[in-house]
């Protein structure tokens, strides 16, 4: 079946740290990729996405690169910021319904 | 990309009662999500809500405890009914936009039942 697996938080950094979020997937076929973020106590909104092997999405310094042969979406910043701190989820769209992550909570320190 | 807003944005409600729940689009949509979110956890899909036909309720949730509406494109309603502290949650609303790859999320619903 189809699922998602991202690395378990929290996650703590200092200011200007390198991120890395792990996320891999099983699916059938071709899927959509996705990372959301959840601010505190706010909605979801879409951060970024891929929708084909080898696609990269990129929004506000954040990436991921969409990798077919390690099955793997993982989210990466090269400079992290204390405004980063929120959950972020990994899915996967392989048809009408959105499959997500369990989510990874994100502290950034300054 | 599409805008959706939820009413209310929160409430506190005591046990047994319900509450609607209201979910609008700046867009005509197809489909229709309502999602629920425990705290600490990630989100889990209630029902599918399609206009002119009757909602579809994933395993586990059923039509009399979450009555769902949906009379046009850009409305639909969820009702959480004869509630209990463990329906304590966020309530998300969700719409597929773009070429139908995308889906967007709306602010959320935050519940406390006591």
């Known amino acids: 079946g189809n699922s998602v697996t991202q690395m378990e938080g929290p996650v703590t950094l200092s200011e200007e740290a390198f991120l890395t979020i792990n996320c891999t997937y099983t699916?059938?076929?071709?899927?959509?990729l996705f990372w959301y973020v959840q601010y505190p106590g706010e909605g979801l909104q879409l951060l970024l996405k891929?929708?084909?092997?080898?696609d990269k999405g990129s929004n506000k310094g954040f990436e991921a690169t969409y990798r077919k042969e390690t099955t793997s979406f993982h989210l990466e910043k090269g400079s992290v910021q204390v405004s980063d701190s929120a959950v972020y989820f990994c899915?996967?769209?392989?048809?009408?319904?959105?499959?997500f992550g369990k989510g990874t909570r994100l502290h950034i320190l300054p | 990309s599409a805008v959706i807003s939820q009413k209310p944005s929160r409430d506190i409600c005591q046990r047994g009662t319900s509450l609607t729940i209201q979910c609008q689009v700046d867009?005509?949509?197809?489909?229709m999500f309502w999602y629920r979110q425990q705290p600490g956890q990630s989100l889990t899909l209630i029902a599918t809500?399609?206009?002119?036909?009757?909602?579809?309720?994933e395993s586990g949730f059923v039509i009399d405890k979450f009555p769902i509406s949906r009379p046009n494109l850009t409305f639909s309603t969820l009702t959480v009914s004869n509630m209990s502290p463990e329906d304590s949650s966020i309530y998300l609303c969700?719409?597929?936009?773009?070429?139908?790859?995308?889906?967007?999320f709306g602010p959320g619903t935050r519940l406390l039942v006591l």
């Open positions: 891929a929708t084909k092997a080898d």
């Open positions: 699916a059938t076929g071709y899927p959509s």
């Open positions: 867009s005509q949509v197809t489909m």
């Open positions: 809500a399609n206009q002119g036909s009757e909602a579809t309720y």
């Open positions: 899915a996967l769209k392989p048809g009408d319904k959105i499959i």
């Open positions: 969700s719409v597929v936009g773009g070429f139908g790859e995308t889906q967007y």
